[in-house]
């Protein structure tokens, strides 16, 4: 069974930076796609930024230029370095990911989300 842990959230001040991590853990399996979401209290849950494989990526309008996904895939971990961090980036981040399990197919795969507060 393939499992997606997220880390690296926190508290931090605004114009601060982050870096989350999105592990995928398991057997026989291959990452793709990968996308954070972020979750702000009393919204939808939106794309922030998404990788294809081997890596094209693309941003949410408000995160470009401050906000960097990377993957590497001998780890099966994909980052989101979130820098120039503002209040309006706060909620509740998570990595979803389609991944192609040997003799299964492709999924359809959600962490549990990390907290981030960005605030003075």
């Known amino acids: 069974q393939v499992q997606l842990v997220e880390s690296g959230g926190g508290l931090v001040q605004p114009g601060g930076s982050l870096r989350l991590s999105c592990t995928a853990s398991g057997s026989d399996f291959v990452v793709n796609t990968v996308g954070w979401y972020r979750q702000a209290p009393g919204n939808q849950r939106e794309l922030v930024a998404i990788i294809t494989r081997p890596g094209p990526a693309d941003y949410a309008d408000d995160v470009k230029g401050r906000f960097a996904i990377s993957r590497d895939d001998a780890k099966n971990t994909v980052y989101l370095q979130m820098n120039s961090l503002k209040p309006e980036d706060t909620g509740v981040y998570y990595c979803?990911?389609?991944?192609?399990?040997?003799?299964?197919?492709?999924?359809?795969?959600w962490g549990q989300g990390t907290q981030v507060t960005v605030s003075s």
């Open positions: 979803n990911a389609d991944i192609q399990v040997t003799g299964r197919g492709v999924s359809d795969y």
